[in-house]
Nanobody, 117 residues
Framework: QVQLVESGGGLVQAGGSLRLSCAAS????????MGWYRQAPGRQRELVAH???????NYADSVKGRFTVSRDNAKITVYLQMNSLKPEDTAVYYC???????????WGQGTQVTVSS
C-alpha cells in the first residue's frame, strides 16, 4: 500500500504562484510515473502534468509555459510549480503515483487551488 499526502494549495490572485507537493510513503517497491490531475465543479477530471521515472514530462496545453512538474526520487516526492495563475486554474488538484511491479495507481487526497481575478 502507498499513501500520498499533498500540500501547498490555497487562495491566490490572478498572476500569482503556488507550489504543490505530494509525498509518497508506505510499502513502496518502486515508483514509476507520477503527476497531477485537477477537477473543477461541473468539469471532467483533466490531466495537468505527467513525469516519467526517467524525468520526461508532459503538460496539458492549457498550462504549458506556466506550470512545471518535477520529482525528487530520494524523497519520493512530486512537485507542481504553478506560475501566472488564472481563474480557470481553480480546481481541486490530485497527485498520483504508479508503484510496484504492476504499476498500481495511487491518489492523493486532493488540495484546493482557488485563483481570484
Amino acid at each position: 500500500q502507498v499513501q500520498l499526502v499533498e500540500s501547498g494549495g490555497g487562495l491566490v490572485q490572478a498572476g500569482g504562484s503556488l507550489r504543490l507537493s505530494c509525498a509518497a510513503s508506505g510499502s513502496i517497491f518502486s515508483i514509476n510515473d507520477m503527476g497531477w490531475y485537477r477537477q473543477a465543479p461541473g468539469r471532467q477530471r483533466e490531466l495537468v502534468a505527467h513525469i516519467t521515472s526517467g524525468g520526461r514530462s508532459n503538460y496539458a496545453d492549457s498550462v504549458k509555459g506556466r506550470f512545471t512538474v518535477s520529482r525528487d526520487n530520494a524523497k519520493i516526492t512530486v512537485y507542481l510549480q504553478m506560475n501566472s495563475l488564472k481563474p480557470e486554474d481553480t480546481a481541486v488538484y490530485y497527485c498520483y503515483s504508479a508503484a510496484g511491479p504492476y504499476h498500481d495507481v495511487y491518489w492523493g487526497q486532493g488540495t484546493q487551488v482557488t485563483v481570484s481575478s
